[in-house]
């Protein structure tokens, strides 16, 4: 079993920014994609970033230019570099890992509470 764990979340001002870890334990995320999703109040969760094993990165359109998904697999550890936030990024985010052939998400963390004020 794979076992996410992110950090990094906390206040931060309007044009600011933050970066997240997301750190795997129990085996090595290498083979797997990896992404972010984020869950803002009374919505649902939605996609902002994957990475694949082979470093093919995607966004959605709202955090494109903006945000920058990476991984270090020495550390099992897959990163959101998050700038000129916006009130609009506010949410809890979660990291998720994607086995080999899978067509669904099968590890989740715990999420992240990220506050953006304006």
């Known amino acids: 079993q794979v076992q996410l764990v992110e950090s990094g979340g906390g206040l931060v001002q309007a044009g600011g920014s933050l970066r997240l870890s997301c750190a795997a334990s129990?085996?090595?995320?290498?083979?797997?994609?990896a992404a972010w999703f984020r869950q803002a109040p009374g919505l649902e969760r939605e996609f902002v970033a994957h990475i694949t094993s082979g470093g093919t990165t995607d966004y959605a359109d709202s955090v494109k230019g903006r945000f920058t998904i990476s991984r270090d697999n020495a550390k099992n550890t897959v990163y959101l570099q998050m700038n000129s936030l916006k009130s609009e990024d506010t949410g809890v985010y979660y990291c998720a890992a994607q086995r080999l052939y899978s067509r669904l998400y099968n590890y989740w963390g715990q999420g992240t509470q990220v506050t953006v004020s304006s």
């Open positions: 129990g085996r090595t995320i290498s083979s797997y994609t």
